[in-house]
């Protein structure tokens, strides 16, 4: 299924799989610094991590049924993930996380360069606190929709 993405060479998407549920609770992870902050022991914060992980796969599968989830990779390896739920001309970017080696390595920017070929037209909401993130959409011609305490909204058509 990876070919029906027009990525350069040395990039691939295929879609997630069981054995990539480590990789992915890794990921998860490393997205969210912050609740490496809380003052707990290690095997309890190991514990809450995943529980947070469990917990939004299936607000996710629950709230977006037509959900896919992609494996992103290079000639390197795997090095992030993308899941999106789609229409006939539209796609919803769900979540899209890079692992922190990757990050500002231009992953991001093919990725969604080849979903812009694509589709009509993407949507995604960007957490206001992420601010490369929302500089890579913006510079890729996506533009504000709507904003709330915690996240813009943007489009590109």
Known sequence: MSNEWA????????????????FLRSLFCSARPE???LPL?????????????????RGYSHQY?????????????TVGKIMFERSQSAMHIIDFIITP???KR???????????????SLSLRVDRQNVNAK?????????MSQSSDRHD?????
């Open 7 to 22: 990525l350069p060479p040395g990039y691939s998407l295929r879609l997630a799989e069981q054995g990539d549920e480590e």
């Open 35 to 37: 609740l490496s902050l």
């Open 41 to 57: 022991p290690p095997e309890q914060l190991s514990t809450l991590m995943r529980q947070q992980y469990e917990s939004q796969q």
């Open 65 to 77: 049924p037509r959900l896919e989830h992609w494996i992103i990779a290079t000639h390197s390896g």
């Open 101 to 103: 080696e990757w990050r």
């Open 106 to 120: 231009g992953v991001g920017r093919t990725i969604l360069i080849a979903l812009k070929a694509h589709a009509g």
């Open 135 to 143: 500089r890579l959409y913006l510079q890729l011609g996506f533009v």
């Open 153 to 157: 909204f943007l489009i590109w058509s």
